[in-house]
C-alpha cells in the first residue's frame, strides 16, 4: 500500500511522532493508523517525540578523562533537577560522556547517529529515545567536547555536575603536585569564569568591542571632561575587565596574593617543570537555556493578567 503525506500527518498528529518515525511505522504496518500507533508506542517513539516540544533545561554536566591524554565533557539536559539527581539519569550521564570520549565525530547529530556504546543494536539516539519513554521527560544531549593532548588534562565537576571544567596543560612534568595544581586552576575557571586563557587569544574585534562600550559609558558618566583623559580612563578599565576575563591574569582565589600565572609559575619551579595552561572547556548546566517556571501558582497569575 502506499503510505501518502496525509496518512503520515494524521499519525504524527495523533502520535506526536517525527514524520521519518511516522512513515516507516506505517510502512511497517501497511498503513494501517492504528496499528502504526501501536507499533510507534512498542518502540517508544510516540511517548517520547510527545514530550520532545517540553524545555530541557536542567541536568548535569559529565567529564571522562582516558589516560590523562584524551578527555571528554557533555551536558546532558532533563526537564526537572528531580530527574537529574536520580541513579538513572546519572548512569545515563555517564554513559554518554564515555560514549564522547571515544567518538570520532565532532557534533551532536553525527553521534546521534552512532552505535550506542551499551548496546551495538542501537543507535545513540534510540537509546535516547528509549531513556525518554523510561524517565518520562524530555531528555537532550546538548553539546560535547572531546580534547586530545600531549600534555596531560585534568577535570573538575562541581556541584554534582551542574558545572564542569577540563584543562589542558603542556607539562614535562606529571606527577600528583602538577595534576593537583591543575585541578585547583579547574576549580578557578569553574568559579570565575574566564573567556580565555591569556590576553594572547583576546582578538582585535573584541578590544575594539569593549573600548567602544567602555567610551560611550566614561563620555556619558564624564560629560566634561577632554578626550585625552577619557582615554586613559577607558585604557584603566579595559586592563581591569581583562584581567577579569583573562584565566593568568585573574586573582588567585586560593591566595590573592597571586595571580593564576603566578600560581602556575610558582608550580613549575617547585616541580622542576615547563608547565603552562594550553586551552579549558567549561559548561555549565542550562547556560543561554531558557527554564520553565516551577512556581505553578505564579505562572497562572501571570497568565491572569
Request: proline content about 1%.
Amino acid at each position: 500500500m502506499a503510505i501518502t503525506a496525509s496518512m503520515v500527518k494524521e499519525l504524527r498528529e495523533i502520535t506526536g511522532a517525527g514524520m521519518l518515525d511516522c512513515k516507516k511505522a506505517l510502512t511497517e504496518t501497511n498503513g494501517d493508523i492504528e496499528a502504526a500507533v501501536e507499533f510507534l508506542r512498542m518502540h517508544g517513539q510516540a511517548k517520547a517525540e510527545k514530550k520532545a516540544g517540553r524545555i530541557a533545561a536542567e541536568g548535569l554536566v559529565g567529564t571522562h578523562i582516558i589516560d590523562d591524554k584524551t578527555a571528554a565533557i557533555a551536558e546532558v539536559n532533563s526537564e526537572t533537577d528531580f530527574v537529574s539527581q536520580t541513579d538513572e539519569f546519572k548512569d545515563f550521564v555517564k554513559a554518554v560522556v564515555e560514549q564522547t570520549a571515544a567518538t570520532n565525530n565532532v557534533d551532536v547529530e553525527a553521534l546521534l547517529e552512532e552505535p550506542w556504546k551499551l548496546d551495538d543494536s542501537k543507535t545513540v539516539k534510540e537509546a535516547l529515545t528509549e531513556k525518554v519513554s523510561v524517565i518520562g521527560e524530555n531528555l537532550n544531549i546538548r553539546r560535547f567536547t572531546k580534547i586530545e593532548t600531549e600534555g596531560v588534562i585534568v577535570s573538575y565537576i562541581h556541584g554534582g555536575g551542574r558545572i564542569g571544567v577540563l584543562v589542558d596543560a603542556d607539562t614535562d612534568v606529571v606527577n600528583d603536585e602538577i595534576k593537583l595544581a591543575l585541578r585547583n586552576v579547574a576549580m578557578q575557571i569553574a568559579a570565575m569564569s574566564p573567556k580565555y586563557v591569556s590576553r594572547d587569544e583576546v582578538s582585535a574585534e573584541y578590544i575594539e568591542h569593549e573600548k567602544g562600550i567602555l567610551l560611550a559609558q566614561a563620555k556619558e558618566e564624564n560629560p566634561e571632561k577632554p578626550d585625552n583623559i577619557i582615554e586613559k580612563m577607558i585604557i584603566g578599565r579595559l586592563n581591569k575587565e581583562l584581567k577579569e576575563v583573562c584565566l593568568l591574569d585573574q586573582v588567585y582565589v586560593q591566595d590573592s596574593d597571586l595571580t593564576v600565572g603566578k600560581y602556575i609559575e610558582k608550580v613549575a619551579k617547585e616541580n622542576n617543570a615547563k608547565l603552562s595552561i594550553k586551552r579549558f572547556v567549561r559548561y555549565e548546566t542550562g547556560e543561554g537555556l531558557e527554564k520553565k517556571s516551577d512556581d505553578f501558582a505564579a505562572e497562572v497569575a501571570a497568565q491572569l493578567g
